[in-house]
């Protein structure tokens, strides 16, 4: 596969590889089990990371990413302007490294700068910070032209955020990104069209689901791989469930990030780059409808081929799948057919 495919052009002209490698890890995985996943990631083909202050890994990670595309978060607690370079420096230095490839506003809120990741008052409230973030946007643009970042962009932004940035008067480079979370269950259809419309690249984080973490979500939600739609999808295709969510990302014009300590897993996301990950997937697994609806007991799948102008509608019920039909050019509208459990 020529690898000029595999890769996006950025507003400011440089490249991003479709396929990244995320490196958080929550805190009981040990941090030596980071620098080997990542180790492991470049081996097998990997040419992107995704690391940031926050993950608290910079010295592990850095020791193994020479070789490839780095984006690194800037945090929270130095959104200040005049602290956004120091911790640029700060972070270089510990990756051993002169420039990150891309440098980006981990969170668009600020909170109180110190030595605390998440301050927080003695009612255990978080502490905030006010700033502007154009006048941070303008430290980050600072950092560009200092040569300590090829490209800069933000993450876990809305089109309101978004817009602040691009009305500023005096803008000197657009963001070249938007990460979020994004995958079938938070496909982000809204917020990716608004990005693709200014020339900004959405990027997506937890793609395989949100993580499942207490406090975070409710585990009583279901999980993305274990969806039955997925399960159908890749047992057609003979590639994992993760592969398929990972497609659907890079067909929809989204950078992916895929994270995983299993060097079997790690090697299996890889595959959604190659001939195997490709052929006959389809480009659009939903638009618009989330894919699980806990009220009604069902799965909702809207889909189109690559080759046809079809959409299609997979619901699935206890009692099987309903396939329903619509032919786009010729406006026939539905139509359905069961397709019963063996």
Sequence with gaps: MDPKSQRLRLNDGHFIPVLGFGTYAPEEVPKSEALE??????????RHIDSAYLYQNEEQVGQKTYSTRQR????????????VRPALEK??????LDYVD????????????????????????ALFDTVDLCRTWEALEKCKDAGLTKSIGVSNFNHQQLERILNKPGLKYKP?????????????????DFCKSKDIIPVAYSALGSQRVKGWVNLNHPVLLEDPVLHAIAKKHKQT???IALRYQLQRGVVVLAKSYNKKRIKENLQVTSGAGRTGLLSTILHGSPLHSSSQN?????????LFPVHVCLVYTPNGFLLLLWHQERQHGWIGLRLDRK
């Excluded at 972070?91 to 051993?96: G, H, I, V």
């Excluded at 891309?102 to 409230?125: Q, R, S, W």
Aim: aromatic share 12%; proline share 6%; hydrophobic share 40%.
């Design 91 to 96: 972070s270089l230095k510990n990756l051993q």
């Design 298 to 306: 069902c799965l909702w799948s809207k889909m189109s081929y690559l």
């Design 72 to 83: 690194w978060g800037l945090w929270a607690t130095f959104l200040r302007p005049e602290l």
């Design 102 to 125: 891309l440098y980006i506003i981990h969170f668009p809120v600020a909170l109180k700068p110190g030595e605390e990741l998440l301050p927080t008052d003695e009612n255990g409230k």
């Design 176 to 192: 070249v990104c938007n990460q979020v979370e994004c995958h079938p269950y938070l496909n982000q259809s809204k917020l990716l």
């Design 241 to 243: 469930s993760a592969v």
């Design 37 to 46: 996943a990542t180790k492991y990631a470049i081996e097998v083909g990997f």
